[in-house]
C-alpha cells in the first residue's frame, strides 16, 4: 500500500513542487523515502493522504518549515494532533490569482456573465471583474488591465502568449458558487486555513489572499453548501435571464472518482446556453487530455466545453495557448 502512496508523493514534487517550493520538494521526497511516515499516511482515507492536504495541516497546528529531517521528527511527535485537521479540512485553495487565467476566455464571451463555480471554497476566484492584471508579453512588454472604477488593491501578474492577451474585462452581472464546506473569509479560522493552503515560500500569495478576501468580505458571493452535481443545477437556474451562464472549476475535479466527475462533465454537457471552461491537471479528464500536443511540465489544461485552449500555471502564474490535434 505504502508503495503507491510513495509514487504519489514523489510525483507531486517532481511535478509540482519542483522549481515551487523547495520546502515541499524536500518534504515530498523525504516522505516518499520513509517507511514510518508512509506508513502513518496510509493509515489515513485515501482522500485524505495528498501532500498538499498533509503538509498544510502539519502547518497549521505548527510544523516547522525547514529541512524534512526536522519535519519529520516534529511530525512523528506531533502525529495524533495532525491527524483532526486532517479529517476536518480539505484542500480548498482559493488563488484568486486563477483569474488571470480565465480572463482570456471569459473576455472573448458575450456579456453580461453569470459565474458559477464549482469547487468555490471562499469564492475568491468568482470576481475576476474586481482585481487588476499585469500581463508580461512575449518580448517582455508588459500590460495592464484595470476594473471599471480604477486600480484594484489585488494586481495579479501572469505571462502570456501576445494573440492570447485581453483587452478588456467583462462585465459580470452574478455570480454564485458551490461547495462541500463553502468558506467565509470574514471567519479568521477559517481565512488563517485558506492562508496555510498557500505554500511556505509563496509571501505573496498569502498577502493577495488578505486583499481579495477584503474585497470578497464587502460583497460575498452567493455560496451554497453540497454536491456540485446536485447544486449546480439549480445554481444555473438562478442565473439572470439575459446573462452568458459560465460553469467553471480549477484543480476540482481531481478530487472525484472516475464514476462522479463522468458525471459532471455530462451535466454540465447537457446544458444550453451554458459555457463550460475547466481547469484541470493533465490526465484528471483524459478526453481532455488526449488532444494536448504539448507537454504539460506541471501546468494544468485550461479547456471551454472540452476543448483544451491553454496550458496554464496552476496558481495562475502563466497562460500559453495550444495548438489542439
Known sequence: MTHGI?????RFAESEAAGVSQTYFDWAMGVAEDQAVLGLIGALPMIKRQPNLVFAAARFVGAPVGG????????????????????????????AARCAVLLPLLAELDEPLALIEAGASAGLVLYPDRYSYRYTVDGGSTASLHPADGPSPVEIPCTIDAPSLPTSIPRIAW??????????????????????????????????????????ASDPPHLVAGDIIDRIPELVAQAPADSHVVVFHSAVL?????????VFVDLVRSMDD???????????????????????RGRTILARDGE??????PHGQSFRRLRTR
Open 308 to 313: 483544451p485552449i491553454a496550458l496554464v500555471g
Open 175 to 216: 455570480r454564485a458558487g458551490v461547495d462541500l464546506n463553502p468558506i467565509d473569509v470574514a471567519d479568521a479560522d477559517q481565512l488563517a486555513w485558506l492562508e496555510t493552503l498557500a505554500w511556505p515560500e509563496h509571501a505573496e500569495r498569502r498577502e493577495r489572499l488578505h486583499r481579495a478576501a477584503e474585497i470578497v
Open 68 to 95: 524534512y529531517a526536522e519535519f519529520r521528527d516534529w511530525l512523528i511527535e506531533h502525529w495524533e494532533v495532525v491527524v483532526p485537521v486532517i479529517m476536518s479540512r480539505s484542500t480548498q485553495t482559493n488563488e
Open 254 to 262: 481531481v478530487y472525484l472518482t472516475e464514476e462522479r466527475r463522468n
Open 274 to 296: 451554458v459555457t463550460w471552461i475547466s481547469n484541470e491537471g493533465a490526465g484528471v479528464l483524459p478526453f481532455i487530455t488526449e488532444k494536448v500536443d504539448a507537454e504539460t
Open 6 to 10: 510513495a509514487d504519489g508523493y514523489r
